[in-house]
């Protein structure tokens, strides 16, 4: 599922409403599988399932963005993951500010980016903008301007 994610998503962005809509019944497919594999397993962890397979997972979370019933369910249970140690809090920070930014809510770390203005990426607003960075290093997150050069032309 990851590797049909990352062929296809260079369609969510797509001026060609064709092209959206199969990313939208990709994302949308595997949402429900993901939904299904967290009724069986709960959240997929690296010990159950190894660590190419769980950051599948993650990815799938994150892109669910029309399946906040989803998204919500995987932050739960990844959440209880990282608190028993079994699941990074990186990518739960991130799947937290994209629950937030799907559900019209401010975000903690500013990993979601609302677009660019003058050649800059910005962030969907957070809660405490001036506290971005701090937050984003107890996480393991680098800082927003090291994130963002990463999306930069060069």
Partial sequence: MAEADYRSAVRANSDDPAEQLIWRRLTARHGDRLNEIMDEYGWPTAELVGEEAARAAWLIAQH?????????????LMQQAVSAGSA??????????????????????????????DGAPVPWPCEEPERMDELRAEVGIEPFDEYVAQFSPA
């Fill in 64 to 76: 669910a963005d029309r399946q906040l019933d989803v998204q919500r369910r995987a932050l739960q």
């Fill in 88 to 117: 990074g809090p990186r990518e739960l920070a991130f799947l937290r500010d994209r629950t937030l930014v799907n559900e019209g809510r401010k975000q903690v770390y500013g990993t979601q980016i609302a677009g660019v203005k």
